[in-house]
């Protein structure tokens, strides 16, 4: 197996649909914009925040009441992340049986960085590094492989030893583009057939499994 896990948040960790909805359909309408339903919601989310809410709101980021709408769902969120966001089955176990076999583990999201690190210390302790979003200090999102070269820098450990844990097509980008593998989870926002559309090789579908796979 290997002795360094960089995992994606959204979809594959944490179970975060039910409150990114709330938020984008909070912000919606109180722009007076029509919602969306949870499925539009997971075929919004991958790219980041102002991604998805371009996506929801009519006519993206042209329509002239957008960065207004997309204020209102950062502020909205970042009060209600935790409200019934929840590890994935078997994700707790997998955290606390890493770390007992001394593996080193972090988090790369394009979810705002404030929110992608509340969310690894509040559900999540023993990961001792969490990166989201923050290009104003030049680290562009995924699928750019700089949230993951910073978490590897942070950790002290060369990308070759690594392996990248995602549910999603933006995910097997930052894999190839970090020189990382992959492994495809498959409780997430994407199935199984669109991931192998992305190129998707290695596959589980409960987070023990992980424990199973020896190195790509």
């Known amino acids: ?55 929801a709101v009519p006519d993206g980021e042209d329509n002239p009441q957008f960065e207004a709408v997309f204020a209102t769902f950062r502020q909205y969120y970042m009060q209600h992340s935790l409200d019934t966001t929840r590890p994935y ?12 076999r001394g593996c080193q583990m972090a988090v790369v999201s394009n979810k705002m960085m404030a929110a992608t690190q509340e969310l690894v210390r509040h559900f999540f302790p ?31 450990i060369p990308s070759p030893s690594a392996v990248y844990v995602g549910d999603s097509d933006v995910d097997l980008a930052t894999a190839r583009n970090s020189g990382l593998p992959c492994i495809s989870v498959l409780w997430g926002f994407r199935d199984r057939d669109f991931l192998l559309a992305h190129g998707a090789t290695t596959f589980v579908s ?3 499994d992980i424990l199973k796979i020896q190195k790509l």
């Open 89 to 100: 089955e078997g994700i707790p176990e997998l955290i606390h049986e890493l770390k007992a």
């Open 1 to 55: 197996m290997y002795k360094t896990y960089i995992f994606d948040l959204d979809g594959t960790l944490l179970d975060t649909l039910q409150d990114l909805a709330a938020s984008v359909n909070y912000a919606l309408r109180q722009h007076h914009m029509p919602e969306h339903s949870i499925d539009d919601i997971r075929r919004f989310v991958g790219n980041g925040v102002r991604m998805l809410m371009t996506r």
């Open 206 to 208: 409960h987070p023990l």
């Open 126 to 156: 023993e990961i001792p590094v969490a990166i989201g979003e923050h290009e104003a200090e030049g680290i562009k999102k995924k699928p750019a492989p700089d949230t993951v070269y910073a978490a590897l820098d942070a950790l002290g």
